[in-house]
Nanobody, 122 residues
Framework: QVELVESGGGSVQAGESLTLSCAASRRPYSNSVEAWFRQRPGKEREFVALIRWHGGSAFYADSVKGRFTISRDNPKNVVYLQMNNLKPEDTAVYYC???????????????WGQGTQVTVAS
């Protein structure tokens, strides 16, 4: 069992930045992948970004490419989501998740955090 705890959400103005953190209770395996998803008001949960723990290769949704950066701190066992130039449409609950497949489908992820709210005002 892996517990994931997100932090760093909040309320900002459009154009500002936020960094989300996801701390895990267990170290990743060699094939572990960590991802961020979000659920916007009235929408289904959607993929945002993912990163492979070993090697660091990353993949982004088109809607955030160039504005968001996912990274990991191996010694601290933490994954970050740096969000720049935030837009009102980025308003959502953001979740981190851990799995073992380099996959944007949320069904590939076994462990989920409780989510953190991000609100972007126009």
């Amino acid at each position: 069992q892996v517990e994931l705890v997100e932090s760093g959400g909040g309320s900002v103005q459009a154009g500002e930045s936020l960094t989300l953190s996801c701390a895990a209770s267990r170290r990743p395996y060699s094939n572990s992948v960590e991802a961020w998803f979000r659920q916007r008001p009235g929408k289904e949960r959607e993929f945002v970004a993912l990163i492979r723990w070993h090697g660091g290769s990353a993949f982004y949704a088109d809607s955030v490419k160039g504005r968001f950066t996912i990274s990991r701190d191996n010694p601290k066992n933490v994954v970050y989501l740096q969000m720049n130039n935030l837009k009102p449409e980025d308003t959502a609950v953001y979740y981190c998740a851990r799995g073992s497949q380099y996959e944007s489908d949320q069904r590939a992820y076994d462990y989920w955090g409780q989510g953190t709210q991000v609100t972007v005002a126009s």
